[in-house]
């Protein structure tokens, strides 16, 4: 998607070698197609054998997960309904099974709607109300949430073989440049009724910043930081 084409471009231009696995190649556009570091996997991912993703990471630092349901009815009420999720649990199981010499960094994009129970998010009663109904009736966001309580539960804050991150944006927006962005340990507005903005461009930027810049990946290692665009 928009989001992770700008990543991939962020990370090629700082001279990372990138590999990416994508349902079709023509989202990616042929400047980065042609690109000497990019390595290029044409698939779906649930498609892959678990030998196929196993061969895909091994050796990876990092792992990144952009993916998302395309908005259409089908693409929203159709099959695979745990796209996000299973496809999650089936990196992290290759990766451990990589057995890595340190801790790979994993990140996933997930949005200010899923709560992270770690932490004590007050919500409003009504929103409380339409996050229940979108559970039930708008599979994408079961889908989100349950990729990142796979990583919060089952993978954990302490895992030898994988350290992870849970980005939330909120009201993503297009934008040409990167522009000054602010995060937080929960959200600060409601994702409902009180949305903020960030352009998809800053969240790409700071998936890159978590890859790159050691201090910050501890600062938020194994939580999921709300992401909005200074004003």
């Not at 696995?21 to 000497?36: F, K, N, P, T």
């Not at 990729?147 to 934008?175: F, K």
């Not at 990167?178 to 800053?202: C, K, T, W």
Request: aromatic fraction near 6%; glycine fraction near 6%.
């Amino acid at each position: 998607g928009a989001t992770g084409r700008l990543l991939v471009k962020m990370l090629l231009d700082a001279g990372h070698q990138v590999k990416v696995i994508v349902r079709s190649s023509e989202s990616l556009g042929d400047e980065l197609l042609a690109h000497a570091h990019l390595s290029l996997v044409q698939a779906s991912i649930l498609d892959l054998s678990d030998a196929a993703v196993l061969e895909h990471v091994d050796g990876c630092e990092v792992v990144v997960s952009c993916l998302g349901h395309r908005m259409s009815f089908v693409g929203m009420f159709g099959q695979p309904r745990q796209l996000v999720t299973d496809a999650i649990r089936n990196l992290c199981k290759a990766v451990i099974k990589s057995k890595p010499n340190q801790a790979v960094k994993f990140v996933l994009m997930g949005s200010s709607g899923v709560k992270n129970k770690d932490v004590l998010e007050k919500t409003s009663w009504a929103q409380q109300c339409v996050i229940g109904l979108l559970r039930l009736f708008l599979p994408p966001h079961a889908d989100n949430e349950n990729a990142a309580e796979y990583l919060r539960v089952e993978v954990g804050a302490e895992h030898p073989m994988i350290s992870w991150v849970v980005v939330r944006p909120d009201g993503l927006v297009d934008e040409k440049q990167v522009s000054a962005y602010e995060l937080h340990a929960s959200p600060m507005r409601s994702a409902i009724f009180d949305a903020g903005q960030v352009s998809r461009i800053n969240v790409a930027r700071l998936m890159a910043d978590l890859i790159e810049d050691e201090a910050l990946w501890l600062v938020w290692q194994g939580q999921m930081p709300v992401v909005y665009s200074k004003k």
